[in-house]
C-alpha cells in the first residue's frame, strides 16, 4: 500500500526518492518578520553517502515515529509528542482461521486488543501495545509472540492444539502514538492524528492510522494551503485510484492465464497485487519449460511469488534483497524459512539485473539473513530447539524413536548421516538430491558437525511433542520411511507350517 501510494504520487508528478534521510532542515530569514523560516532540507542518499539540498515553499513532516527526531532539527526546545509503540504480529497456518472471516477482541486479559485474521491464505495474529525506543530494526520477543499464542487459544475449540512451532515469522511494527501539542492534557494519548504548524512553518503530521490516510493527507495539505498561503484547487483525493486500480476487474486474472499461461494461483496473486500492472510483471515472465504452466517460475514452491516480480521491483524502487523479500512481496511476512530459501535465487536475480559484483552479492545475502533471523522472528523460531533443549519423553516415547533412529543407523554408530539417510531412501524406492537432504539433517543438526546424533534427534521429538517445532521435515521423513519399511518386512509362516 505504501508503495502504490508512493508509485501514484510519482505518475502525477511527484519526485520520489527511495534511500533517502533528511540530514537538517534548511531555513532563511523571513524580512517581513525577522523569523526564520524552513525553506528546505539537506538530504542524504544512505546507499552512496552523496548529499543534497531541496528547496521548498514548504516542508511537510511526515515521519511517523521519527516525528519528533525531525521537530528537534526544527528546534531543539520543542518537548516529544510521539510516543512510539511496539505492536508484534505473528504469521500462523492458514488452517487457523476461515478463508472470509476474521475475529477481533478489544478486551483481552490485560486489555489490550487481540485479533485473527485470514491473510494471503494464512493467519496473522496480534498485536502487543508495549512503550518502546525508536529504532530502523524493531525485532519481536519470545514473550511478546507467547502472549499472542496464549490469547489465541482462549478463543479456538478445545481440541485444536496452538502450538508454538506454528508461529512462521513474527516481526514487530513502531505504532507512533501521539500527543497534540496545542492541547492543554499533554499526556493524553491520541491514536488519531494531529497537524501542527511551527513558527517556522514547518507542518508535521503524526499519529493516524493507515486506514484513515486520505483524510489525514488532506486536512495537511489544507494545513500547508493555509500556513504558506499557497495556490491549490480542490482536493481530489476521493475516488482517486491508486496505481494499478483503474482498469482492474475480479476477473483480470483470467486473461493473465489466457494470454500468457501463468498458473491460476499466480496470475490470481499478481491481480490482486499488481492490479492492471500485472500485465507487466506477466511480460517479464521466463519460461517454465513445462507443459504448463508455460510461464512463470516460482521463487519457491508452496507461494506464488514468480521470478519475474524480482526484476519488476527494481522498477519500483527496489534496492536490496530486504526489499524485495519483504517491501515488494510479502514472503518474509509469510513464511520465514521458505523467504530464505529464495534468497539465493533473488540475489542471483538482482545481481545480473544491476551487475552487482561477487562481494556485493556476498553482502547482501548477509544482509537479508541477518534481517530474517532478527527482524523476522527466525531467531525466536530457531531457539525452540537447540543443544540445550531438554528431553521430556517417556520411556515409551524413548524407546520408540530409538528404534525409528536405528533404522537409520545400521551400524549403531549412535549418529547418521546423508549416507544413512540415501540408503534407507533407496530400499524405499524414494529419490532426494543430496543439496535436500543436507539442508533437512542441517536444521536438526544443532552441534553442526555434519551428522545428527541420538540426542539431538531426541530433542527434536520432544521439542515436536511439546509444539515447540512443527513441519520439521526430518522427523516427517523418518515416520514415513518407517512405515514403509515396517510394511515391506517379511510376514512371519512358522506357525502356519511353513506357508505354501
Known amino acids: 500500500m505504501n508503495l502504490a501510494i508512493a508509485l501514484t504520487a510519482a505518475r502525477y508528478g511527484a519526485a520520489t526518492a527511495n534511500y533517502t534521510e533528511v540530514v537538517r532542515l534548511l531555513k532563511k ?46 528546534n531543539q526546545a520543542f518537548s516529544n509528542i510521539c510516543q512510539p509503540s511496539a505492536g508484534v504480529h505473528i504469521v500462523m497456518p492458514g488452517y487457523y482461521s476461515p478463508d472470509n472471516m476474521g475475529l477481533l477482541d478489544p478486551a483481552t486479559s490485560d486489555g489490550r486488543v487481540i485479533f485473527f485474521l485470514p491473510w494471503e491464505k494464512m493467519t496473522i495474529a496480534g498485536t502487543t501495545d508495549t512503550p518502546t525506543e525508536i529504532t530502523h530494526h524493531p525485532c519481536p520477543t519470545e514473550e511478546d509472540i507467547n502472549f499472542i499464542l496464549t490469547e489465541v487459544r482462549n478463543y479456538l475449540s478445545s481440541d485444536v492444539e496452538v502450538r508454538r512451532g506454528d508461529v512462521l515469522a513474527a516481526w514487530s511494527g513502531i505504532r507512533p502514538l501521539v500527543t497534540n501539542p496545542n492541547s492543554a492534557d499533554t499526556q493524553s494519548i491520541s491514536r488519531n492524528h494531529v497537524v501542527d504548524v511551527a513558527e517556522s512553518g514547518l507542518v508535521t503530521i503524526a499519529g493516524g492510522k493507515w486506514t ?61 497485487t499488481y492490479g492492471d500492472k500485472a500485465f507487466e510483471v506477466a511480460k517479464m515472465a521466463t519460461v517454465t519449460g513445462k507443459r504448463w504452466p508455460i510461464v512463470g517460475k516460482r521463487l519457491v514452491s508452496e507461494f506464488p511469488y514468480i521470478e519475474a516480480e524480482v526484476k519488476y521491483a527494481l522498477k519500483e524502487y527496489a534496492c536490496t534483497t530486504i526489499d524485495v523479500l519483504s517491501r515488494r512481496t510479502r514472503l518474509a511476512f509469510l513464511n520465514v524459512q521458505a523467504a530464505e530459501e529464495a534468497l539465493p535465487r533473488i540475489v542471483d536475480i538482482m545481481g545480473k539485473e544491476l551487475n552487482w559484483k561477487e562481494q556485493r552479492k556476498k553482502e547482501e545475502l548477509e544482509a537479508a539473513t541477518k534481517f530474517l533471523y532478527y527482524e523476522m522472528g527466525y531467531k525466536a523460531r530457531s531457539e525452540q530447539l537447540t543443544d540445550r533443549s531438554e528431553i521430556n519423553l517417556s520411556p515409551s ?25 540415501q540408503r534407507v531412501l533407496e530400499n524405499i524406492n524414494v529419490q532426494m538430491d543430496s543439496n535436500t ?64
Open 29 to 74: 530569514t523571513d524580512p517581513l518578520s525577522g523569523m526564520e523560516r524552513v525553506c528546505g532540507a539537506r538530504c542524504k542518499d544512505v546507499l552512496t553517502g552523496q548529499e543534497f539540498d531541496v528547496r521548498a515553499k514548504c516542508v511537510i513532516n511526515a515521519t511517523g515515529p521519527f516525528t519528533d527526531s525531525v521537530r528537534k532539527m526544527d
Open 397 to 421: 516415547d524413548v524407546d520408540r524413536y530409538k528404534k525409528r533412529f536405528h533404522k537409520f543407523d545400521k551400524d549403531k554408530k549412535g549418529f547418521i548421516t546423508i549416507l544413512d539417510v
Open 212 to 272: 484513515t490516510y486520505r483524510s489525514m493527507a488532506e486536512d495537511t495539505l489544507d494545513a500547508a494551503i493555509t500556513a504558506h498561503n499557497l495556490k491549490a484547487g480542490p482536493c481530489k483525493t476521493v475516488g482517486l485510484f491508486l496505481e494499478g486500480g483503474k482498469d482492474w476487474a475480479p476477473t483480470l486474472y483470467i486473461r493473465l492465464v489466457q494470454d500468457y499461461g501463468l498458473e491460476s494461483e499466480v496470475a490470481q496473486h499478481l491481480a490482486a
Open 437 to 500: 537432504l543436507h539442508e533437512i539433517l542441517n536444521e536438526v543438526d544443532l552441534n553442526k558437525n555434519g551428522q545428527v546424533e541420538l540426542n539431538e534427534f531426541l530433542q527434536l521429538m520432544s521439542a515436536i511433542q511439546k509444539g515447540f517445532v512443527s513441519s520439521s521435515r526430518l522427523a516427517i521423513l523418518m515416520k514415513s520411511a518407517e512405515e514403509n519399511l515396517d510394511q515391506r518386512e517379511p510376514i512371519p509362516v512358522d506357525r502356519s507350517g511353513g506357508g505354501v
